[in-house]
């Protein structure tokens, strides 16, 4: 299996939404061995490893990506 090529500033679209808000959009703050995503709907931020992120990633929106589409 190989890494998802995310970096900072990409949008995942990913297959569960947010319980908080319903969004399924994430942006990337910072990308590492963790990834720290911002909710595109409610603001709330938070940190998962890589490998569970990967797992539920559907799709990779580049950085100049528009959230509310």
Avoid: Y
């Avoid at 949008?11 to 994430?26: A, D, F, I, R, T």
């Avoid at 490998?51 to 528009?66: P, Y």
């Amino acid at each position: 299996m190989w890494a998802l090529d995310i970096r900072e500033g990409d949008v995942l679209v990913m297959k569960k939404e947010h319980p908080g808000c319903g969004s399924n959009k994430m942006q990337v703050l910072r990308a590492g061995a963790d990834f720290k995503l911002a909710c595109s709907g409610c603001g709330r931020t938070f940190m998962i490893p890589r490998s569970k992120c990967e797992k539920r990633v559907v799709s990779v929106l580049r950085g100049d990506a528009d959230l509310n589409g």
